[in-house]
């Protein structure tokens, strides 16, 4: 069967291709599509962000869609930058500045814990969708550190480790992040349904 992720970031669209290791499944990016117009993020939180994204798509395209949403919630600035992760220093999204702004704002501040999110929707042809989520929690580091990665993965620590996601290798990203843990959770539970090829959920 055909899947869309709907991404266009190919460093997200390999984590999950290969976290997932379905071979009966052909995966499909956003690239495919390049008329269909962007989903818009208006959402309040990060399963009803997943949930539109996911159900939109699939409406649109006749495939099933699997989307997430995800972003960094740090304590001390009371959750933010959250839902607004990706934008948080402003339009475009640029990583560089969001790390920045994000490590102005934590400047002093002597709590430096934080937690990575992600909700993971999958859905039908028809929009009906189901969701799964993960957490990561860590903490924030003084400076940027390692060049692998993306978005905020140089200034976060996985707690237990010293490193920041940005200076480990993907296969222990994959198996400590929240988008990792979420599509592990998604393959648990949607993986034989994927693989099996249907029309809708049962």
């Not at 933010?80 to 934008?87: E, F």
């Not at 993306?150 to 920041?164: E, K, Q, S, V, W």
Request: with cysteine; net charge negative; hydrophobic share 40%.
């Amino acid at each position: 069967m055909k899947l869309l992720i709907a991404s266009r970031n190919a460093h997200k669209i390999q984590e999950i291709r290969e976290i997932f290791d379905l071979p009966e499944v052909e995966w499909v990016s956003l690239e495919a599509f390049a008329d269909l117009a962007e989903v818009v993020e208006d959402g309040a939180t990060f399963e009803a962000n997943a949930v539109k994204k996911a159900s939109e798509l699939a409406r649109a395209t006749g495939l099933w869609a699997l989307a997430d949403d995800s972003g960094l919630e740090v304590t001390a600035l009371r959750n933010a930058p959250g839902v607004y992760s990706a934008r948080y220093a402003g339009e475009p999204c640029d990583h560089a500045r969001n790390n920045a702004k994000l490590l102005r704002e934590l400047a002093g501040q002597a709590d430096r814990s934080a937690r990575f999110r992600c909700v993971a929707a999958l859905s039908d042809p028809t929009g009906r969708t189901q969701t799964v989520s993960g957490c990561c929690e860590g903490r924030i580091t003084e400076q940027p550190r390692g060049v692998d990665g993306f978005g905020y993965d140089p200034l976060f620590i996985p707690a237990g480790f010293d490193a920041t996601f940005a200076e480990m290798g993907s296969g222990q990203k994959n198996r400590l992040s929240h988008r990792g843990k979420a599509m592990m959770l998604a393959k648990e539970t949607w993986g034989r349904l994927l693989a099996a090829a249907p029309d809708a959920f049962g």
